[in-house]
Structure formats: C-alpha cells, structure tokens
T-cell receptor, first 114, second 118 residues
Framework: KNEVEQSPQNLTAQEGEFITINCSYS?????LHWLQQHPGGGIVSLFM???GKKKHGRLIATINIQEKHSSLHITASHPRDSAVYIC????????????????FGKGTHLIIQP | DGGITQSPKYLFRKEGQNVTLSCEQN?????MYWYRQDPGQGLRLIYY???????QKGDIAEGYSVSREKKESFPLTVTSAQKNPTAFYLC?????????????????FGAGTRLSVL
C-alpha cells in the first residue's frame, strides 16, 4: 500500500522561528498537496505542486521528484500559524487518470508559542 | 461566496440508526469526495463521484452509501452496518476536466461533520 510519511508528528516552536515540515512518499505521483487544518476541523488547501517550488506570503513549499520528498517552510512563524499541516499526494494510476482521490499523511501538529 | 457547505456540524447516531450527512457545493465542480478522519490517522477516502449519477467506492466504503442526483449535492449515509462510525467526516470537490487533468486539480474542502454514537 502506498504511504505518505510526515515528520515531525508534533512541533512546538517560539514565535519568529523558521519552521520546516517534511513529507515523503513511496512511488511516482502526479501531484502533491499541502493542506492546513484548523482546530475546528476545517481544511484549507495551501499549495499544489508537481515540481519545483511555490511561495505564498510566509509559506514556501518545495518538492524533489527524484527523492520523493517535499517540504513546507514557514518563515517568521506566528501563533496564528498553529494548526495541523497535512501532506497529500495523488499517486499515478495505470490509466493516468488519478480519479480515486488523495492519499493523506497523518499530519504535523504545529504549535507556535508567543 | 462560492464554497462547500457541510451540515450538520455535529451529529449523533443511535445504535441501529442510519444517518445522512449533507454536502453541497456551488463551485460548479464535477468531482466530489467523502473522506473520514480518525484521531492520529490520515484522511481516508470513502466514496467519490466524477459526474452526476455516477460514483465509485474508495478505500473504506463498507457501511456507507452515497447518491449523486445533482451536480451540487453529494450526501453520505452512514448505515447501521458501519460498526465504528464515530469520526470526523470531510467532503471535498474539484473540477477534474480531462482525465489527465484530474490528477492536478486542487480539492476544496468543507468544514466537516463530527459524528458520534450515543
């Protein structure tokens, strides 16, 4: 079964610190998503990547296809960044369609203390 | 505002009872998905639908049923056959376009429904 591994599982940091969350997967994918889940449970899509790097505000996502690895970075972290960050991938299917939904990591619980 | 609406936010089920979770989207998306989230676990796919009047089982479909009579709506019924229904349920949608584009489409998520057993 294809897996998505995230690390660390839990991370507590001080406000202003640079944060890195890692995601690795096992076989070829067509897309990788980084999601943010708020304490109430609602999920927001942060990035969708198939190669390279994307930046949005203080958030940066990178992916290395050869190493099957992606990282999510948060610069100048703030208490409002506290959330669960989830990596999800769409594995390649024989038909190339990928219509069967995403495979999710278990999430990284991030707490930023003031 | 365009988005996905799930209701109710909290739901309680009595033993032997079927309950239905609502998911509505006004994003004009063709594809809709239901996921289940358990504590400490990643989301798992229950059912998905690529188009009206068609749906497919995901990884954990047993004990669940769905319908897709309208593009905007994809209700999930948790049947009495689901012996461990307590979980957080998330609905999502995406615009798949052509089959090759399916893999690259962002999924938009609802706020979720938390189901508990009385």
């Amino acid at each position: 079964k294809n897996e998505v591994e995230q690390s660390p599982q839990n991370l507590t940091a001080q406000e202003g610190e640079f944060i890195t969350i890692n995601c690795s997967y096992s076989v070829g994918i067509s897309a990788l998503h980084w999601l943010q889940q708020h304490p109430g449970g609602g999920i927001v899509s942060l990035f969708m990547l198939s190669s390279g790097k994307k930046k949005h505000g203080r958030l940066i996502a990178t992916i290395n296809i050869q190493e099957k690895h992606s990282s999510l970075h948060i610069t100048a972290s703030h208490p409002r960044d506290s959330a669960v960050y989830i990596c999800a991938v769409r594995y390649n299917t024989p038909s190339g369609g990928g219509a069967d939904g995403l495979t999710f990591g278990k999430g990284t619980h991030l707490i930023i203390q003031p | 505002d365009g988005g996905i609406t799930q209701s109710p936010k909290y739901l309680f089920r009595k033993e032997g009872q079927n309950v239905t979770l609502s998911c509505e989207q006004n994003l004009n998306h063709d594809a809709m998905y239901w996921y289940r989230q358990d504590p400490g676990q990643g989301l798992r796919l229950i059912y998905y639908s690529q188009i009206v009047n068609d749906f497919q089982k995901g990884d954990i479909a047993e004990g669940y049923s769905v319908s897709r009579e309208k593009k905007e709506s994809f209700p999930l019924t948790v049947t009495s056959a689901q012996k461990n229904p307590t979980a957080f349920y998330l609905c999502a949608s995406s615009r798949p376009g052509s089959p090759r584009a399916v893999a690259k489409n962002i999924q938009y998520f609802g706020a979720g429904t938390r189901l508990s057993v009385l």
